[in-house]
């Protein structure tokens, strides 16, 4: 069977406009419905929107390359503003050798351990603020868990640990256009960039954290002490923000749809399924970029050689193709095969570490929060690529 070359309709939909940032999931119906691949006129992009698609991307990294670079700008084009991460933006074969280096600090008994810690920090930061009761969720819980639990884990050193959160803000937003949200995001880099490197090394690793089990692969001559330091910076880029956004967005779920909430507190259990609607339903890490290495073709539509792709995970999520009401928050929904965590050789390799932290404490909350509820608006956070709040008040009770 033959495929005949479709014609990839172009598109002025700009998925860097603040209206689409605050309100994406319209536009993601919208690039759905004009096929597998559309052309966005303003960013010279192709763009992926439907499940199958996403799918077929990333199941294809050697046609849809990761090393020019995952946001919007294409590193064989223009320099990239850090040393490029060696597993997000790296191939095959160092992508797969250097992903075993942190594959092998996150074993099962490893995470069961972790799942402990997670749990009684849980129940201390969520007696804290039901003392408390009114606060800000985003910067008080959302961004507190992370930064306590994921940093001590990885044996980041106490102080300063919020130059993390500048720092996630600074490789997501730095994913995109070089619009405002950019350069506001890079304004705080020479603060941060020299902490987080200073946090990366050896001799200011914790001797118990999974960070400094890296530097074991310099001790056996797989790296050089600094591809060591880049190794461990991609725990800090990849694991604090996503999983505040996630927090965030939970939190923000759960008081928008009370029944889910009621259902959770009947069962506190359920917190390990809650997390993955909440990824399929608001996925914090929403939009990421492929480089075309040769001519592509998803659906017949044939995308040249080079090209920027723009493969939105979030619309894969809401895809009715793929599944049932997906505008619909239900928290016992089968999630099998969402896109939250990626998919294929760079899907997420700290998804059991994330879900140990949020399972923990979603668990801790249903079983100790009898209500909360919003003590003001809420505020979307504008975000060239991640999807969350930047205040949420709200009381617990
Ligand atoms: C890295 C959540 C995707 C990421 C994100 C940002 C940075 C890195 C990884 O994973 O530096 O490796």
């Keep these: 069977m033959t495929t005949i070359a479709q014609d990839i309709p172009a598109t002025p939909i700009d998925p860097f406009s603040n209206e689409y940032l605050l309100s994406p999931y319209a536009f993601h119906t919208e690039l759905r419905e004009l096929g597998p691949v559309s052309y966005l006129t303003k960013w010279d ?9 996403v799918k077929e991307v990333l199941d294809q990294p ?14 064989k084009k223009e320099p990239p503003w850090r040393v490029p991460s060696l597993v997000l933006e790296t191939d095959p074969p160092d992508h797969t050798r250097n992903r075993a280096v942190i594959s092998k600090t996150l074993s099962p008994i490893v995470l069961r351990n972790l799942k402990i810690q997670f749990e009684a920090e849980a129940n201390l930061l969520i007696d804290r603020l039901l003392e408390k009761r009114t606060f800000d969720a985003v910067t008080d819980l959302a961004e507190a868990f992370p930064l306590k639990v994921f940093a001590d884990a990885i044996g980041i050193i106490p102080e300063n640990r919020e130059n993390l959160i500048l720092y996630g803000n600074m490789v997501f937003n730095g994913m995109g256009p070089k619009n405002e949200l ?10 941060v960039n020299p902490w987080v490197m200073h946090a990366c090394q050896r001799e200011n690793l914790s001797k118990t954290g999974l960070g400094i089990q890296i530097y074991d692969a310099v001790d056996s001559g797989i790296f050089t002490e600094m591809e060591a330091t880049t190794l461990v910076r991609s725990f800090l ?10 927090i965030s967005n939970a939190i923000h779920s759960f008081i928008s749809f009370p029944d889910q909430w009621a259902k959770l507190k009947a069962n506190p259990l359920l917190a390990k399924s809650a997390f993955e609607e909440i990824l399929r339903f608001e996925s914090p890490f929403q939009t990421f970029f492929r480089t075309t290495t040769s001519e592509a073709n998803l659906g017949g539509c044939v995308i040249p050689p080079n090209e920027k792709v723009m493969v939105i995970l979030a619309s894969g999520n809401r895809d009715p193709l793929k599944w049932d009401h997906p505008d619909v928050f239900d928290i016992s929904r089968v999630t099998v095969g969402h896109l939250g965590f990626g998919a294929g050789i760079h899907g997420c390799v700290g998804q059991m570490l994330a879900r ?10 249903a079983k100790k929060v009898a209500s909360f509820r919003f003590t003001g608006e809420p505020k979307r956070l504008l975000h060239n690529t991640l999807r969350g709040f930047e205040k949420l008040p709200i009381e617990l009770i």
């Design 62 to 75: 050697s046609v849809f390359c990761s090393g020019a670079g995952v946001g919007i700008s294409n590193f």
């Design 237 to 246: 880029s990849a694991g604090i923000d996503t999983t505040a956004h996630a």
């Design 356 to 365: 140990a932290e949020v399972e923990m404490l979603l668990q801790v909350m």
């Design 182 to 191: 950019f350069l506001e995001a890079m304004s705080h880099a020479a603060a």
């Design 45 to 53: 992009s192709y763009v992926v929107s439907q499940y199958q698609y």
